[in-house]
C-alpha cells in the first residue's frame, strides 16, 4: 500500500534521532531559503497567485494632468507661431508699401504680385494655425470637463475598489495560509498532503496498529484519550486549510516497523497476532516527544506564515510603486512621443516655409538684380546722351565764339569806315564853312549867298532842260 509505505518512513525519520536532528536542519535551511519567495508562489499554481488591484484613480489624475500640460504648452506654440506669422506678414506690407512708393507702374504691377503670393501664403499659414489652436482649446475644455466629471465618479470607484481589495487580501490570506503550511510540510517529516479519505484510511491503520502493539483496549482508550487532549493544541486546520497532519506511530527500529506491517495485515485479515511489545509509559513518552516535535512544528509553521505575510505586503507595495513607476514612466513616453510627432510636424512645417521664403527670396533678388540692370543701362544711356549734348553744346560754343571774335572784327572796320567817313565829312563841312563863312559876314553876303543858293537851286532843278538847251545851243539843226 502507498499509505503504510509512507507511514514507514515517517516512523523511520522518527525513530532515529540522528536522522530526525538531520531533517529539522534541512527543514531549517529550507525555510530559510524559502523566505525569500514562498515555494508556491515559485511553482506558479493558479491557486497562490497574487492579484493585487492597483487603483487608477490617481494615475488617470495624472494622465489627465499630463494632457492638459501637453495641451497648454501646444496651445502656446500655436500662438507663438500666429505672432511671428502676423508679424512677417506685417514686415510684407511694411516693404510692399516702401517698394511702391518708389517704382514706377510695371515695377508695381510685379512687386503687387510678389506680395500677394507672400500674403495668401502666410494667410493660409494662419488660417491653419487658428484651426489647431481651436482644436486644442476643444479638446483642452472636453479633457477638463471630462476630469471634473469623473472626480466623484472615480471617488466612489476607488472606494468599491478598496473594499474589494480588503475582501480579495482576507479571501487571499486565507487561502495562502493552508499552501503555505503545504509548503512547508511538503519538506517536513510527519507532514502528508492528502485528501480525506486517504486520512481517514490512514487513521484506521494507525488504530489497527495501536491496537496490535498494545493489545488492550484500555490502553487504546488511554491513547485516545492523550490524543483528545493534543488535538487543541496541535489542530493542523488551524489556518482552514485542506492540508492535515497525520500523526504516525513510531518504532524503535527496523524489526518493529516490519512487526507493525505483519500486525497491520493480521488485524486486516482477521488474523490473531500475540501483542510482545514496549509498555505503556514508553509509548506515553514516545507520544510525548511526538507531540513536542508537533509544537515546534507549529511553531515554525507559524513564523513561516507570519514571513509570508510580510513577504505578500512588501511585494504588494514593491508592486504597487513598480506599476505606478510604470505607468508614469508610459505616459511621460507618449508625452514625449506627442512631443517628438509635434516637433517633428514643426520642423517640417519650417522646413517647407523656409524653402517658400528661399524660393521668394531668390525671385525677389533676380527681380531686384533685373531692376538694377536695368536702371544702370538706363543711367548710362543718359549719360551718353547727355555727353553728346554737351559735345553738341560745346561745338556750338565753339562757333559762336568764332563768330563773335568775326564779327568783333568787322564791327571794329566799320567803325574805322565810319569815322574815316565822318572826318572826310567832317573835312567837308569845314572846308565850305570856310568858303562860307566871308559870306556870312554881313547882312549883304548873307543876301547875296541866299540869291546864289537859290538860284544853284534852281539850276540843279531845271538842269535837264538846261543841258537841253546847252545841247540846241551848241548842237545845230
Excluded at 489624475?61 to 495641451?71: C, E, G, I, P, Q
Excluded at 495668401?120 to 472636453?142: D, N, T, V, W
Excluded at 507520544?287 to 510580510?310: F, G, N
Excluded at 519650417?350 to 531686384?368: D, F
Amino acid at each position: 500500500m502507498p499509505g503504510s509505505d509512507t507511514a514507514l518512513t515517517v516512523d523511520r525519520t522518527y525513530s532515529d534521532p540522528g536522522r530526525h536532528h538531520r531533517c529539522k536542519s534541512r527543514v531549517e535551511r529550507h525555510d530559510m531559503n524559502t523566505l525569500s519567495l514562498p515555494l508556491n508562489i515559485r511553482r506558479g499554481g493558479s491557486d497562490t497567485n497574487l492579484n493585487f488591484d492597483v487603483p487608477d484613480g490617481i494615475l488617470d489624475f495624472h494622465k489627465v494632468k499630463l494632457s492638459a500640460d501637453s495641451l497648454r504648452q501646444k496651445i502656446l506654440k500655436v500662438t507663438e507661431q500666429i505672432k511671428i506669422e502676423q508679424t512677417s506678414r506685417d514686415g510684407n506690407v511694411a516693404e510692399y508699401l516702401k517698394l511702391v512708393s518708389s517704382a514706377d507702374k510695371q515695377q508695381a504691377g510685379r512687386i503687387k504680385q510678389v506680395f500677394e503670393k507672400k500674403n495668401q501664403k502666410s494667410a493660409h499659414s494662419i488660417a491653419q494655425l487658428q484651426k489647431k489652436l481651436e482644436q486644442y482649446h476643444r479638446k483642452l475644455r472636453e479633457i477638463e470637463q471630462n476630469g471634473a466629471t469623473r472626480s466623484s465618479k472615480d471617488i466612489s470607484k476607488d472606494s468599491l475598489k478598496e473594499i474589494q481589495h480588503s475582501l480579495k487580501d482576507a479571501h487571499v490570506k486565507s487561502r495562502t495560509a493552508p499552501h503555505c503550511l503545504e509548503s512547508s510540510k511538503s519538506s517536513m517529516p510527519g507532514v502528508s498532503l492528502t485528501p480525506p479519505v486517504f486520512v481517514f484510511n490512514k487513521s484506521r491503520e494507525f488504530a489497527n496498529l495501536i491496537r496490535n502493539k498494545f493489545g488492550s483496549a484500555d490502553n487504546i482508550a488511554h491513547l485516545k484519550n492523550s490524543l483528545e487532549e493534543f488535538r487543541p493544541e496541535a489542530s493542523p486546520r488551524a489556518y482552514g486549510g485542506s492540508a492535515t497532519i497525520v500523526n504516525k506511530p513510531k518504532y524503535g527500529s527496523d524489526d518493529e516497523c516490519s512487526s507493525g506491517t505483519s500486525g497491520s495485515a493480521d488485524s486486516n485479515g482477521n488474523q490473531s497476532f500475540g501483542a510482545g511489545g514496549a509498555s505503556t509509559l514508553d509509548s506515553q513518552g514516545k507520544l510525548a516527544i511526538i507531540l513536542e516535535e508537533l509544537r515546534e512544528i507549529k511553531v515554525t509553521q507559524a513564523q513561516l506564515a507570519e514571513d509570508i505575510e510580510a513577504l505578500k505586503v512588501q511585494f504588494k507595495r514593491e508592486y504597487g510603486f513598480i506599476s505606478q513607476t510604470l505607468q508614469e514612466e508610459r505616459y511621460r513616453y507618449e508625452r514625449l512621443e506627442d512631443q517628438l510627432h509635434d516637433l517633428t510636424e514643426l520642423h517640417q512645417h519650417e522646413t517647407a516655409n523656409l524653402k517658400q521664403e528661399l524660393a521668394s527670396a531668390e525671385e525677389k533678388v533676380a527681380y531686384q538684380a533685373y531692376e538694377r540692370s536695368r536702371d544702370i543701362q538706363e543711367a548710362l544711356e543718359s549719360c551718353q546722351t547727355r555727353i553728346s549734348k554737351l559735345e553738341l553744346h560745346q561745338q556750338e560754343q565753339q562757333t559762336l565764339q568764332t563768330d563773335a571774335v568775326n564779327a568783333k572784327v568787322l564791327l571794329g572796320k566799320c567803325i574805322n569806315v565810319v569815322l574815316a567817313f565822318m572826318t572826310v565829312i567832317l573835312v567837308c563841312v569845314s572846308t565850305l564853312a570856310k568858303f562860307v563863312s566871308p559870306m556870312m559876314k554881313s547882312r549883304s553876303h548873307i543876301l547875296g549867298t541866299f540869291f546864289a543858293v537859290t538860284l544853284l537851286a534852281i539850276f540843279c532843278k531845271n538842269w535837264d532842260h538846261i543841258l537841253c538847251a546847252i545841247e540846241r545851243i551848241i548842237i545845230p539843226r
